[in-house]
Structures are given as C-alpha cells and as structure tokens.
C-alpha cells in the first residue's frame, strides 16, 4: 500500500514540476529575445521583471472570453485541450531520474515504463494536430483554416522523418524502453567520451532535431501561425484563457521534445563520473534530477535562441526539406544502420 | 476493476461507432471515428497487446484520420447540406443483414472462445520484440507479400491518377 503511495506522490511531483515551467520558459523567451535584439526585456513586475509571468497569467485568467458568433462551439471549446493533453501525458515516459531507495522501496523516477517505450512517445504527441486542425476549422475563419491545413501537412510530412530518425537509434540501441536506453548510455569510451548515441547516430539526431522543431510549430516551421501572412492562423479567433492554453501547449510539447531528446541522444540524466546510475542513495537520484533538469533546459534555450535567430521557411521549401531531404536521408541512415547491424551475418 | 474497464471501453466504442455513422457534419464524423479507435486501442491494451494499441494511436489516429480531416475541410457544406441521401437499405434488409452479423458473432462466442481476460501470458507479451520475432522470423513471407501488394495498390493509384490528368489535357 505505501509503494502506491509513493507512487502517487512521484506522479504529482512530476506533473506539478511540468506545469510550472512554461511559465518560466515565457520569461526565458522574452528575456532571451530582448538580449538578441539588444533590449532590456521586461523588468517593471518584480526584481529584473522575474514576476512578469505571473502578471500575464492575472491578464490572461481575466480577459473576457469572446466566442465568435459563427463558430462551431463545441469544437471550438475543446480544440485547445487536444493541443495541451497531448504534450502533458507523453512526458509520462520519460525517465526523470535514478532509483531511488525510500523507506525499503526502490522507486523508479519515471511515471511509465511501458513495453512500448518511445513508440507511446510518437503516438501521442502525433494527437497533439488535432488541436491545430479543429480549432482551426471551427473558427469559421479563412485564415484560421489555411493556418489548421498547413499544420496537418506539415505534422504528417514531419512525423515520418521524426520515426525513421527513432528507427535507426532503436537499432542502434536494441531496446524500446527508454529506462534501458538511458542505462545502455551511461558508460564511457576510452575513459573520457560519455557512451552517448549522439555520438553512434549524429545523422539520426540532426533530423530528429529539425523534426522536432516542426512539430512543435516553432520558427523557422511556425508557418500554421505565420503572422505576417495568417494573421494568427490557426488561433486568429481565439482569446483569453483558450489562446492561453494553445500558447501553454506549444511551450510544453517543447519541454516533452526537448526530455525526449535528452533521453534517446544525450544520455538522459546519466552523466558519467557525476551520477552513478546504479546508485539508489537519495543524494545521487536528486543529483540525476539536477543532471537531467540542466540537459533539457540547455535544448529549451536552443529552441528560443533558434526563434530568434532564423526567418521563417517559405511554404514549398518546407514541403522539399521535408519529403526530399530528411526523409530520403533516414532512409539511408536507416540502411547504413541495418547494415552495420547485422555485419557479422553479411562479411 | 478490469471487467469494469473493459465494459466501459466497449460500450464507448459502439457509441462512438453509431455516431460516426450518424452524424450529417462529416467533421464530428471523424471526431468520432477518432473515439472509436481510441477506444479500440485502449481494448487491445487492456488484453495485453500493448504494441497493437500503440500503432492503433500512431497509424489510425495519428495519421489515417488527419488526411480524413485534411480532405473534409476542403469541402462545402452548404452543398453537402443539399444533397439528399438515398437509402441505400431499406430498414428490413437492414434488419436482415445485422441479424445475420449478430449470429455469425454469436457462434464463436457460444463455443468457447478463449477468455478475453489474459491470465497466463508471459511478461513481455505484446511488446516490440514479441511482434517483431513473429513477425520476420515466423511469417516474414506473408509480411512480403502484404508489402508488394501495398507497393501495388500504391502505383495503381498512380496510374489512375496519370490517366484521369492525360484524358483532360488531349
């Protein structure tokens, strides 16, 4: 019974953690963008301005909530939940951190350990279209629509370069279970090199990383939103807590990618000669925490420091780099990967 | 709490299959059909198969059901709103017809089909290994034949599309 317990605890701590960094990745952005564009950046609300996300969330709870006349309601009311459910349950299998020892139970800090893995990952964030693709048809909106029918494009186009990159690393890896990957990755070579499959699979993490960008709706692929043509696309009829929630949607299927490419790439919160990953003392699972936190705030800061720095696709380059360049790529990742995989059996 | 579950998922998943049917707006249609899958996926977990459920999410849902989608999106509804359907049944041949359905289930179910409660599995039933050694070293030359007929249809599909285009341009 106390295992369930802690279990349940384990849960909420998590999901409690997740939701309370979108807000700070808002700060991080608008700081981070003032810093490129060489502003200050918000600094009225609170010391350096660090009380600003608190101040959008009062506007945002508070604006009034227009639902346009001629919009289909029910659609439009739950569109931004398909958006926000996705990207919060498919944090569910990413290991967080090492077992850890409490009260007689080893606990795994990690909420699933499916028999699927990586592939739950892939199914569920694929859902997070929906969102996109029914709030944008229930706005009754022209720009809304081209907005929703560009992102389903775009997100088929994307999600096949994004499961022929997690192809070659399982091949590589000859698992499907996360837990078991961050493990596999947790030694070293020639003593100093961290065994990480960046390292046996750079192709695969390139695509995996231009792939993930796209299915997050963020620049340079933002083209679902693109202002200066769209208006807002897909969210142009939305306001108050509803556009908050696509808002709150796209940072957290940021932190959802960027965990999970901390996990498959980058060793998760293994870092050899800091975290022993066979340990389940207290001390050294806060320590994998702390490890896992920094290498996925690191890609979070990549994800805007990118926003900043990079125009936006035109719409049939994005359509090219996708079908011609990336997928035909990991096809011959792919192959090449195969073939190594089985060298024993062909030389 | 399993038989619980299990009776929800099904009765979600004959709603949601009515409704699909149902349904004039062809957007709640796929609304729906999305319902009925994910049902269906959470059925298949419930018995184990896990790597089955997961595809059912990825494959139909993921990407099946968004070209529905990207396809309704482009038509009129006010035309559709028009358009008198034609009774393709009429009630009794319906009534016949689903009749018949109901007895063909009804004789596997009588004589003993093995329960749907998975009681002697082994631990890893279900995940991708299991389904990949069936799959390539069991039947890999029904998983070849099944991709040359894909391949097939695929190029059939083509061709057609090329015929259709010649025809109006000459």
Known sequence: MSSMVLDAGKILLIFAVFMQIPPLLIYLERKICAFIQDRIGPNRVGPFGILQPLADAIKLITKESITPKNVDVFLYTVAPLFVMVPAAISFAVVPVGADVKLWGHTLQLQIADFHVGILFFLAITSLSVYGLTFGAWASNNKYSLYGGIRSTAQMISYEVAMGLAVICVLMSSGTVYLREMVFAQSHTYFGFLPAWNVFHQPLAFVIFLIAAFAETNRLPFDLPEAESELVGGYHTEYSGMKFAMFFMGEYMAMISMSAIMVTLFFGGWTLPGVVDAHSTTVWNALLSVVVFGIKTGAFLIFFIWIRWTLPRLRYDQLMKLGWKVLIPLALMNLFFTAIWGLRDQIF | ?170
């Not at chain 2, 359905?101 to 003993?112: M, R, S």
């Open chain 2, 1 to 170: 709490m399993y038989e619980i579950m299990w009776l929800i998922l099904g009765i979600l998943s004959v709603i949601s299959a009515i409704l699909v049917v149902s349904r004039i707006n062809p957007v709640y249609s796929a609304l729906y059909l999305m319902l009925f899958f994910a049902s269906v996926s959470g059925l298949f977990a419930f018995l184990g198969a896990s790597f089955v459920a997961v595809t059912q999410l990825f494959i139909y849902i993921g990407a099946i059901i968004v070209l529905f989608l990207f396809v309704i999106m482009m038509l009129n509804f006010e035309e559709l709103k028009k358009l008198q359907r034609p009774p393709l049944f009429s009630p009794l041949k319906g009534l016949i017809l689903s009749l018949a359905l109901f007895g063909l289930l009804c004789v596997p179910i009588y004589f003993g089909l093995p329960s749907a409660h998975p009681r002697h599995l082994p631990a890893d039933f279900g995940s991708a290994k299991w389904i990949a050694r069936d799959m390539y070293i069991q039947y890999p030359f029904a998983i070849e034949l099944a991709s040359v007929l894909i391949i097939a249809a695929l190029a059939g599909a083509f061709v057609i599309a090329r015929i259709g285009k010649k025809a109006k341009n000459s």
